[in-house]
Each structure stands twice: as C-alpha cells, then as structure tokens.
C-alpha cells in the first residue's frame, strides 16, 4: 500500500450527491457537468497514478462566468473543489478526493488577445503550454517557461505549480513571465490581478495567487509576457567522469559571465539507457553536461569557444560541440527522451528536489549511498545550472512493497536536499506527494502563516484543502469547515 | 519620534515585535532612511532601525546566489557582487536624488519598496530577483519563506507578497537573490529628434528584435535647454556581441522611422554609465518642485495617455515633465504646481492625481505619486485605490500577519480598505 494517506471523505456531503448535481444542473449546462461513474473515472488520478480515487462529479467549464457560477454554489453548498488543468501533475495536485467535484479548465481553452507590440498573449487557461508559444511563434516570438510536459500541460496548472523548465536560468520560471490574472475566488466572485503592464500596486497578490496549488482561487485567464526568439541557439555537450568535476565545470562557465540558456546533466545510468533507446551516440562517461547557449551565429561561437575552453581546463573525457543544426538534435535527442527511456526499463518515482549548485556532487554522492541502502537504483537527470534536480527512483510496481521502499527513499533524497539549504520541489508543486514532508523544510510557524494566507481567500478551506499541508498540520481547519456549512460566507477575521 | 529600538539580531527583533504587540506600540521600520518619502508618513512613536543587522550571510557566484541580513547597506551588496563580475539584475534605483535624502540605502528598504529600475523590463522587477525572506512578523514570530535556491516552489510564495508591502507585514531580517553576471560590455544607442510616437514604437521593435535591449528609454525634447529628444537603447553582452548588436539595432531603428538622415550616436563609458544612473534615479526631478507620478502602463498606451495628460494640464496652465522607460511602460510625470497654501496644495493635488488616474484607468494600469508634501499625501491616496475584492483580501492579509496594527502603520495608508475606489 502506498504510504500517502488522504483524508476520510465527508459521508454527509457524499450523502447529498444528487442534490449537488441538481443545484449544479440548474445554473450550469449539462455538457459541462460530468456524473456519471463511467465518465469521472477518467478523472480519477493525475500523473502520479499510484492514488486514485473517483470525485462526485466533474465541471469542465468553458467561460469564467460559468466557473464563477459553480463555484458560488459549491461554496454555499459546502463541497470541496479540486482544481484541474491538464492532469498532468506528478505531485498528485489534481488527486480528487470521493467528497469533492473536479473543477477542469479543458474547455477553457480561447486565445483571447495577441499584442505583440507590448509583448503579451492573454488565454484563457486551459491552454497548452505549447500552444501559447505556437500562437507567437510565426511572429518571431515565445513563451519562456517549458516544462517537460509542455505539449499536455495547461497554463492553469502551470500557474497553480509555478512551472519552470529546462531555461530557468536565463528566463525565469512562471511567476517571472505571468503578468496577470483573472481568478474567481472560492465564493464565486470575480477578481483581476495585474494586467498587461509591469508589477502591481498594492500587495502582490498575483505573486501570491502564482504556485498556489489551486489553494488560493482557480485561474480562469492569464495575461502572459512573450519573449522575442534569438537568432539561434546551439549545444555543447561535455562528458566527465566524476560528477564533482562536472559541477566545477557548471559553477565555473557561471563564474566566468556566460549565461547559458540551459545546462543539463544526466549520470551515468541514464546516459545508457537513454542512449540504448534512443540512439544518440552519448559517451561511456560518469557525468554528462549539456550547454546550450543562444544568439546570432558569431555570437553562439564566441560563448561556444569560451565554454569549450573553461571544461577542457578540467580534462573532460568528451567534448562535441554542435556545428550544425543535425548535430544539434542527436544532442538533445538523448536528453529529451530520458523520461521515457526510463520508463522503458522500469516504473519510476520522479523527484523535484532543489539544491544550491555548489552541493550537485555531495548530493550525488549521498545519492548513491542511499541507492546502495535501499537497494534501488537511480538515475539522474536534471537542470544542473538552477540545481534543479530530478532523480528518478527505479522500482518495480508489480511487485509487493517495492513502491513502499521507493517513497521512503525519495523522502530520505528530499530530506536532504532541505539539509543542504534546498527545497523539497522545485517545480512539479507539493500536492500529496511531498505534503508530508513540509514539516523539515518549515516550521509549525512558517506553516500557520501559509495557512492564515488561505484563512484570507478561502475561508472554508474547500480549494483543494487535503493538498500542501500535512493532514495534522490542517485538521482543524478541514474540521472547522465541515461542521459549521452551510453559512453565509463570510470571511473569517 | 521619542525612542529608537536598534536590534543586533532576528531573536532581537522577535522580542521586540512581540513587546510591541503587548503593549500595542506601534513602529516605524527604518534602513537608510532613504525612501521614507515614498507612502505615507509612519504613525508611530517608536522607530526600529535595522541599522546593525548588517552584514552578507552567503555568497556563491558560482551558484549566481547572495544572501544578506536586511540592513545590510545596498552599496556593500553591490560592491562584493562586482568582484565576481557579478549584479543584481533588476538595478535598484537610488530615492536619494529624488527626495533630497541622506542616509546608505539598504538591502531591506529595497525589497520593502520592491524597487527597481530601467532594467526591470528585461530582467524583472525586484520581486523577481528575490528567492528567499526572513521576516518577523506582527505576531512576533520569525517565518521564513522560499530559501537560497532559483527554483522553488514549495508551499505559497510569501517571497512575492513581501516584496513591495512596505514593512506593513513583517520586518526583514534576512534576503536572498538570485544575481545575474554582469556583461563584458555594455552600450547605448541614442537616437535624436523622434516624436514620442515614433520613439514609443522605435523602442517597440527594438524590444520585439532578438538583441537583448536591457535599457530602453525616451527622453523628450525640454524646453529650458532645448535639446532634441533622445531615444535610447542600450545593450549589453560580451564586446564583439555588442558591437555586432548595435550594428543590427542601428538598422532596424532606421527602418522602423523610415529614415537614414535621423542623428544616431553610440555613447559608452563613464558617460554611459552616468546616463542610466541619472534615468535610474529619474535626476530631471532632482531639486526640482514637482510632484512627481509614476504610471505603470502598457508600453503603447503610453502615446495616448501622454497626449490626454498633456491636453488636461495645458488647460490647467501648469508645466509637465516627462521622461519614458520601459519602453513606454513607465511614465515618470513630474507636474510643477504653484498654489500657494496647505489647502490649496492638497485640493490641487487631488485633482491631478483624479485626472491622471482617471485617464489610465481608460487603459489599464496604475498611478502612484512618488514624491509630494507631506500634506498632499495626507490629502491624496498615493497609491492607486484597488478594486473592492483586491482591497477586501489585502486588509484580511494585512490583519493576518499583524494583527495589531504595529508595523509601519499608516503607510500605505489607514487600511487598504479605506481606499476603496469605484471599481477597475
């Protein structure tokens, strides 16, 4: 059994199914609302498949004006909301819960607005990540942020994780390129946040409503900053064998003022593999570092000449600089198709832990260790330059206790990428699967403040309320909530 | 002001917010002391000054990361950043030129006021840069928030929300940044003679073009010394890239104004640097009377609004200056009024800021008033009214973090709440 546990779901609310249904029926269309059983169960789970569970219903709305409807009755009825972009959560971030109703935004998905003289697209979020960089592209434009998932990955579910990618260091992560919001709030009502132009008056409350983990409010349009797309861009790829001399490698191209768009890494067992299945012609090396850097051709080289010549300093057992856009893509072809290489050869615990660049090789090294004590293999691949890691727990669902072992191994890798002064997630968001976990990086102070932060927006605690903070840690909140509904929604002071 | 609280650390801190809180003594939150101009005035009796929580806790140019206690003086940050090459991206102004203030700026006061400059609008803002907070808050518990690391996203994000709440949340204690190389070389493209429209639309492009412009500016032609206007764009990067930049910009600019014949000029060095020091800090209002605005607008609103602004203060008689950044995103608009009298003064400030207020808001965007009497921001909201929902949410924040009403009361006016407008 896996070892995450959700909360026992609310039997009255469940008891009153059908008269939430009805309400809902009556102010909304019945193509939106999805209830019967062999249609929630697509909905069952998001990308971290080991928990599953089947909500009361499903709403998959198609303007704010009908979110802003479901959501008032909802609210006045009492039932918990699980907010859902494309479900592709590895978190567990859209896991229902038998007592709650499944808000989608796969139907909200109009491009609303496309200004390119101010820079700016505005969609509504549902969206695919990639589809927003479509819309500019033949303008000559992009969307920074790319998560790996970024052809299934809505914007909804972008904003609520704070998504970054593989080209953090240079452009930021969602919070860096989201320049406004229309969010309807937990009791219905309607409210916008910033706008096409730069920062906010007042409070940054936009910044507060970005990685919120649909606890705050559900996002139902973005404004989002689009970026002119350089020239060219073009990769070096350089093998070592020993990690530590790779993160001297990664530290010292920074030193020396080179920003790269990406830095990526991969170990030695998933430079097999990946090479086994996709054929990129990787070499026999422990560290793999691939550098991408961009700009105008004469550019390119002149960043290309300088990183070449600080990795030959430390003897790199390969260096192959990409001359052509061909040698380009067998690059990256490997690294790209990591995930599913993997998933090839095993099921997988992916982790999200961040650690400071210069702790890459001590982790790595304490990684191993706790591969050899588990008795589990790792794979390693990641964003080295933002030290955004994602090692990926080998293990074998079929069999009995193997996924047990998996979590409690990857609890002991986030534990110490907090120890090291990193975080429990880089990007893929806390949702059930680190919610546990909050504890080592955060005091019950630093806790309670994030939590009276919710108090404010949703006073009922129905947003997503079994997500983030550990059971204990929220109990009394989910408790309070659930005894004293209906009531008139006021907020709580 | 009757005593100053001078606490050597964070626990100190703690003790003395929570004492406060008991005793339901309000404080003033002072760093440098350098942007008490901006907002309104404190009221408090106690002053907390941050003066000795001084020094950088951590700094890893290899992993691009500073951390510092919050009044650590900004100066110091800058100049052990610069042995690495290094920088804070978002390039902070300094409020002294403007306000006339003395003091150090500190790293506090910065993100306090989430203060940034020309920069911003490539790089952004100083909320952007900033991973990690410690802070006490009203309660007189340490929180700590984000951390050391660029990517971060467990639980909110109180990092953002602290960033520009103007010490009416909790007290810094510690900040962490995320701090960006700084380039080999960097130079400005000035263009002479442009109308505002064609130079809003210049800097348009030049921002849509792939060269990285990190500085784009327009200064109008002024009357006193009757100098053309000045489009500028900077760039930035390793020498022959910048070389190769403004080559390409200089194209681009002369097609986009349809015209070889425009005077162009490259400006480099120490005048380069003063340059963008004088936009950064916005000197034209250095000494000057005027009040000053800010508008955070959509770039290309920036024509409109300028000319409705224009329209309004020419039948009003009254002398406006102006200068562009952010590729028209931000408006500095200073207005030179000469009522005479306390009441005349606050009464006619308050029709300016109406007046301005009312044109954004066709557009979208907001309207501080930076700098005024101390009266005419009594008299006016500096900061633009917030939506009822917007307002509602801040004033239940603002309880929930400091329930007494102790920390840097006044400032952002009595309570969000008070300054409710029609709507957005």
Known sequence: MPMISMPVPNVEIMSRRDEIITALLSALPAEIVISSESETLAYDCDALSAYRCSPLAVILPRTTAEVSAAMKICHELGVPIVPRGAGTSLAGGALPTADSIILGTARLNDTLEIDLENRFISVQSGVTNLSVTGSVEGDGFFYAPDPSSQLACAIAGNIAMNSGGAHCLKYGVTTNNLLGVTVVMANGEVVKLGGAHMDSSGYDLLGLICGSEGQLGIVTEATLRILPKPEGARPVLIGFNSPKTAGTCVAD???????????????????????????AGYPDVEALLIVEVEGSEVEIDLQLARITSIAQKLDPAELRQSASAEESALIWKGRKSAFGAMGQINDYICLDGTVPVSQLAHVLERIGELSKQYGLDVANVFHAGDGNMHPLILYNANKEGDLDIAEKFGADILRLCVEVGGCLTGEHGVGIEKRDLMGEQFSANDMEMQMRVKDCFDPKWLLNPAKVYPLEVSKERRERLQNQMPNNGESSK | MSSVLIPDDEAEIAEIVSAAKSNNTPLHIVGGGTRTGLGRTVKAQKLLSLKELSGISLYEPGALTIVAKAGTPLAD???????????????????????????????????????????????????????????????????????????????LDLVKLMAGSYGTLGVFSELSFKVMPTNERQATLVVFGLDIATAIKTLSVALGSPFEVSGATFIPHQD?????????????????????????????????????????????????????????????????????????????????????????????????????????GLIWLGIEDNEQGQDKVGQSANSHVQTIRSIVNEYGGHVTLVRAPKDVREAVSPFHPEHQIVAKLSSCLRKKFDPAGILNPGRLGADPLSAIAGGK
């Not at chain 1, 990406?262 to 097999?272: K, P, T």
């Not at chain 2, 951390?147 to 639980?155: A, E, H, P, Q």
């Open chain 1, 253 to 279: 191209i920074i030193k020396a003022g080179i920003l790269p768009v990406a830095i990526e890494y991969m170990d030695r067992l998933c430079i097999q593999e990946t090479d086994k299945f996709s054929g």
């Open chain 2, 77 to 155: 940050i800058e100049q052990a950043l610069a042995k690495e090459n290094q920088r804070l991206a978002f390039e902070p102004m300094d409020h002294r030129p403007l306000f006339g203030s003395k003091g150090e700026p500190t790293i506090g006061g910065v993100v306090g006021g989430n203060i940034s400059g020309p920069r911003r609008m490539i790089s952004g803002a100083c909320r952007d840069s900033l991973i990690g907070v410690r802070f006490i808050n009203g309660r007189g518990k340490i929180i700590k928030n984000g951390g050391r690391v660029m990517k971060n996203v467990t639980g």
């Open chain 2, 224 to 328: 006193e010394n009757g100098d053309a206007s000045k489009t500028l764009l900077r760039v930035e990067g390793f020498d022959s890239q910048v070389s190769y930049r403004l080559e390409r910009l200089k194209e681009l600019v002369q097609k986009t104004i349809a015209s070889t014949s425009s005077e162009i000029e490259i400006i480099e060095g120490d005048d380069h640097i003063s340059l963008w020091q004088g936009i950064r800090d916005v000197k034209i209002f250095s000494g000057t009377k005027h009040q000053v605005f800010k508008l955070n607008i959509k770039p290309l609103d920036a024509i409109a609004i300028s000319e409705a602004i224009s329209a309004e203060m020419s039948t009003k008689n009254l002398d406006t200056k102006t200068l562009y950044d952010w590729g028209g």
